[in-house]
């Protein structure tokens, strides 16, 4: 099943999600709908948050780059916590399925150290360097309740302000289902 993906604007995205629980109902049903829907909106990374739930629970399949080490680059993280962060920083441009038309240079810590459960509950722990520390950072953020506007200088947001708000109005072309909050009724 496609979700509709939830729009800047809405305040699910901006919300600290919740743990998710190991009697979570049809957690695996729900796992492949988030992986139909990223790849349905041609995305690397969507979060539970980006479909409305307020969950700790993230997708990523890196295999869109052209790189060796991201072809198995597909991942499921559910309660995941970064437990350090490299002090080398390193910029990159990110593009967001819940921010259509906007892509911008952010800086991140360039590795970092995760624990997280996998699809099938297995605790986890492993260090992410380069594209893919940059996807889990991103995806990170947004069970944080943050987007990676939050992390743009503010002169930067100002200049975006209008775009960012046609955004949550709808007043936007996208090729995929999306859910927007502050859209105008039609009369
Ligand atoms: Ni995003």
Known sequence: MIYSIV??????????????????PELQKLIADMFE????????????PQIGLSLRLFVVD???????????????????????SSKETSTFN????SIPDIREDVVRPERI?????????????AEF???PARIIQHE??????????????????TLLFRKLDNI?????KVDYKMKFPFRLKRR
């Open 7 to 24: 729009a800047y604007g809405d305040p699910v995205l901006k919300k600290k999600a919740q743990d998710i629980q190991p009697d979570y």
């Open 37 to 48: 829907t990223m790849y349905n909106a041609n995305g690397v990374g969507l979060a539970a």
């Open 62 to 84: 890196g295999s869109p780059f052209d790189e060796e080490k991201l072809a198995d680059f597909k991942k499921v993280f559910i309660n995941a916590r970064i437990v350090e």
């Open 94 to 97: 990110e593009g967001c399925l």
């Open 113 to 125: 150290r995760m624990q997280w459960l996998d699809e099938h509950l297995q605790p986890q722990e």
């Open 129 to 131: 360097d380069g594209i």
């Open 140 to 157: 990170y953020d947004h069970i944080e309740g943050m987007l990676f506007t939050d992390r743009l200088a503010a002169f930067k947001r």
């Open 168 to 172: 949550s109005k709808g007043l936007i």
